[in-house]
């Protein structure tokens, strides 16, 4: 799999858009870019995944560059409940995920 | 539809003992994946198995080893506890790799496992 680098952490006002960045810059053709987060003390949780269009869901939007070697996270209103870590996970085939450092996000009220 | 569950959810051992983890997927779901989460090492991939067979596994030495039953459910099983061994052990159910497209995985609250 791919490698992801992501900021460590970061604060966003409550009820503005959280925009995380994610960069995998050596990503393969067949490989996509899945995001899950991780509030405190419970398991990750699937948020949105993309191959190179941009999709968006009840969750989140995930922004992909043309080149593919950056994405973007963007929860569009984020909430207190938003506070929690997020990975950016470059993946092809299989179930087995390689989890880097994530960004913790803190909403702040 | 019920989620995953884990049991139990948290354990206390001591140097040398074993420990079983059990882990029941989302009815439906045929893969099952465990991981180790550390504060020094995060979320390190375990093993998957898939129809009672291994289909991955993870860089973990052989004390780690697990199986999955007819039904799904899985076990993993951690022989001999160094202290090193203390995480969280996540599972994580989803249907069936496809090759042709991304299935989502679901995961359990996790089992926190304490080494003495």
């Known amino acids: 799999d791919a490698k992801t680098t992501q900021p460590p952490s970061m604060d966003c006002a409550e009820g503005r858009a959280a925009n995380l960045p994610c960069n995998h810059s050596t990503i393969s053709g067949n490989e996509y870019v899945y995001w899950y987060r991780q509030i405190h003390s419970q398991g990750p949780q699937y948020i949105i995944h993309?191959?190179?269009n941009n999709e968006t869901n009840e969750m989140a939007s995930l922004i992909i560059t043309e080149d593919r070697k950056s994405s973007t996270l963007i929860l569009p209103h984020a909430t207190l409940r938003d506070t929690a870590v997020y990975y950016c996970i470059v993946h092809g085939a299989g179930n087995m995920l390689t989890f880097g450092g994530g960004t913790r996000l803190m909403v702040k009220p | 539809k019920a989620g995953v569950t884990q049991t139990p959810r948290y354990l206390i051992k001591t140097r040398g003992q074993q420990v079983t983890l059990s882990c029941s997927p989302i009815?439906?779901?045929?893969?099952v994946s465990w991981y180790q989460q550390t504060p020094g090492q995060g979320l390190q991939f375990l093993f998957e198995y898939f129809s009672e067979t291994q289909r991955n596994k993870g860089n973990f030495p052989g004390r780690f080893s697990g199986r999955q039953f007819s039904n799904s459910r899985s076990e993993m099983n951690v022989s001999t506890l160094e202290l090193g061994d203390s995480a969280l052990y996540l599972c994580?159910?989803?249907?069936?790799?496809?090759?042709?497209?991304?299935?989502?995985?679901?995961f359990g609250p996790g089992t926190r496992l304490t080494v003495l």
């Open positions: 993309g191959l190179k």
């Open positions: 994580a159910s989803s249907l069936a790799w496809t090759g042709s497209s991304y299935n989502e995985q679901f």
């Open positions: 009815s439906g779901h045929r893969s």
